[in-house]
């Protein structure tokens, strides 16, 4: 045997070997759990292991986790997996502790008395929910996701779910990038507390259906879809890089959607990513302005966008997006506002655009402007509707407004 023959199959041992050690490497969780579609009798718990096992189940209950729950797992393109477990025949408003399991291993065992989920509350019962946007910048860089998220754990009240304003993940919505940069900052808020995201620019860097969508299990086609919480009713829109994500269908979607909210819920909030006509750097996007004749028509009250990484609160518009006088003069306590709604901006979750400061805003469309790191947070009970920003580092409230309806 010659010196290169040993060396050929030196190798190839090496190799077989190593291929071998790969397929028995021990089984690691290396995503947490999160929470997805919580509603009144379902929810759905996904985490990622790094490799392949034979079953994927969830035990819950509402002390000790002793029902069981089987599920499904998926390959993704980095060769890690993907369980998803969607309990159904849940008590509504309940809370139910859980713990994930993988071959019958325990894959969460250190968080067992922190994993739990509550479903939905009856229709009258008092709710909060957060929102923000431009949330997933590396934390190693210019970005705060962990101050987020560790403001979030201090809040008073839970929240009852989140809405992700768009730009999720930066800096091409990439799905190897999640966990550094979203899932693990946000493990200790999202194993608990629902997160519903809309799709920014920077998600549709890389192809969304084999990224964001594989990331998150959501209702209809996950590029926009709707859903209730008690007296409100929640649309989320696809707006990609401010021309929408087919455009006319998802008009015509939108439109169909609000006509069968008429007359049933006591607020509609629509959410998207980009800004129509604002103060902020960014551009004023017309797909958003197009769309503004169908929130007034159809009685939309707030409608919240990212994409600027700063604050704005807009004084009322109506269907041509032109402040209504009426209400200018009171921005703290709102009446329903009749054929108009209310537009803000909260892209601050996770980075600041550096270097800018608000200026003068062209015919006084801005109620208040802050540039500062933060997150919305809305209270709803029975007609009156509050909403608060607050400052991620600080806790300071810098904003306070309500709605208040007959």
Not at 14 to 30: E, G, R
Not at 143 to 171: E, N, S
Not at 231 to 245: M, P, R
Not at 285 to 303: C, G, S, T
Request: glycine content about 8%; aromatic content about 14%; hydrophobic content about 35%.
């Amino acid at each position: 045997m010659n010196f290169r023959t040993l060396i050929i199959l030196l190798f190839s041992v090496t190799s077989v070997f190593a291929a071998c050690n790969k397929d028995k490497q021990p089984l690691q969780l290396i995503r947490r759990p999160y929470i997805q579609t919580a509603w009144a009798d379902s929810v759905s718990v996904l985490w990622k292991t790094n490799i392949a096992t034979q079953s994927s189940e969830v035990l819950f209950g509402l002390t000790t986790p002793v029902t069981s729950a089987l599920g499904t797992s998926v390959k993704e393109a980095d060769g890690t997996y993907t369980h998803t477990v969607t309990i159904k025949n849940l008590q509504r408003g309940k809370h139910y502790n859980y713990a994930i399991y993988n071959n019958g291993k325990n894959m969460d065992n250190a968080n067992n008395n922190l994993n739990y989920f509550i479903t939905q509350p009856d229709s009258a019962a008092p709710f909060n929910f957060l929102a923000f946007g431009d949330i997933g910048r590396n934390p190693l860089e210019d970005g705060f996701p962990q101050v987020t998220a560790a403001r979030i754990l201090k809040l008073q009240a839970r929240p009852d779910f989140i809405i992700g304003l768009g730009d999720i993940v930066y800096p091409v919505g990439d799905g190897t990038q999640y966990d550094d940069y979203l899932m693990s900052p946000f493990a200790n808020v999202f194993c608990n507390i629902p997160f519903y995201p809309v799709l920014g620019n920077h998600d549709w860097g890389s192809d969304p259906d084999n990224n964001f969508c594989r990331e998150w299990k959501l209702p209809n086609n996950e590029h926009y879809y709707s859903y209730n919480y008690g007296k409100v009713h929640f649309v989320n829109l696809d707006s990609k890089d401010g021309d929408f994500f087919n455009f006319d269908a998802q008009k015509a979607w939108l439109i169909n959607d609000l006509q069968q909210a008429q007359g049933q819920y006591d607020f509609i909030i629509v959410t998207l990513h980009h800004n129509g006509r604002s103060c902020t750097y960014k551009e004023n996007y017309e797909k958003v302005i197009e769309l503004y004749p169908v929130f007034a028509q159809y009685n939309v009250d707030f409608v919240l966008n990212g994409h600027a990484h700063t604050y704005e609160r807009l004084h009322p518009y109506d269907a041509n997006g032109n402040v209504i006088e009426e209400y200018r003069s009171e921005i703290h306590h709102y009446p329903k506002i009749q054929n108009g709604f209310i537009s803000i901006t909260c892209g601050t979750g996770g980075v600041l655009q550096e270097g800018w400061v608000p200026g003068n805003c062209p015919a006084n469309l801005s109620a208040v402007v802050h540039h500062t790191g933060g997150f919305l947070q809305f209270s709803v009970n029975g007609k009156t509707i509050i909403g608060q920003a607050i400052n991620s580092s600080t806790g300071e409230v810098y904003d306070t407004f309500e709605m208040t309806k007959p």
